[in-house]
């Protein structure tokens, strides 16, 4: 009778085993998420796109105020940013107009992406490097930055940040919809 007991104790302890790990793996399951406090784009898609880890803050949009976004992340002696203006526009064709007139020079149609999108450099005076996004979804009015602010940035350089911008402004409309 005492070997009964203890064979049948042997079973349910290699039973619990299994158990016990797959606890364990569900409960950290939670941890590996990325992080998603923006409701356009998330931290790791971010991350991927800058080189980097990137670690973003969002504000709502509250009472005539637009909802943003600005994730930053420090790479070999340059900061990426990426930065998300959303804003409801009584007139957004209008609205995307004059936020258009702020590119200097270079403007460019980004056909599918919502309406009306275009890029355009987005360089500072101090050299940094960048590109911008203007667009609509419907009366919402979308503002995309990406920079660097090392000018010959071996990971961002001008294509770089044209095919970048284009993949964000994508998954912004997309959400916008």
């Known amino acids: 009778m005492a070997n009964s007991s203890m064979a049948s104790r042997l079973d349910f302890k290699w039973l619990l085993q299994p158990v016990a790990l797959g606890?364990?793996?569900l409960g950290l399951v939670p941890c590996a998420h990325a992080a998603n406090n923006c409701p356009w784009?998330?931290?790791?898609?971010?991350?991927?796109?800058l080189g980097a880890d990137a670690t973003g803050t969002a504000t709502g949009a509250g009472a005539g105020q637009p909802g943003a976004c600005t994730f930053v992340a420090q790479r070999e002696g340059a900061?990426?940013?990426?930065?998300?203006v959303v804003e409801l526009a009584p007139d957004p064709h209008a609205r995307v107009g004059q936020l258009a007139h702020l590119c200097a020079t270079g403007?460019?149609?980004?056909?599918?992406?919502?309406n009306e999108a275009t890029v355009c450099a987005n360089d500072d005076r101090k050299g940094a490097l960048g590109e911008r996004v203007v667009g609509?979804?419907?009366d919402q009015v979308f503002t995309i930055a990406i920079t660097s602010t090392q000018k010959h940035d071996p990971l961002l350089d001008r294509s770089a940040l044209k095919s970048r911008i284009a993949i964000v402004a994508e998954q912004v409309s997309g959400n916008l919809f």
């Open 23 to 25: 606890a364990i793996v």
């Open 41 to 49: 784009i998330n931290e790791a898609t971010v991350s991927n796109l």
């Open 79 to 84: 900061t990426h940013t990426l930065r998300i």
């Open 107 to 114: 403007t460019a149609n980004l056909p599918a992406i919502g």
């Open 136 to 138: 609509r979804v419907r």
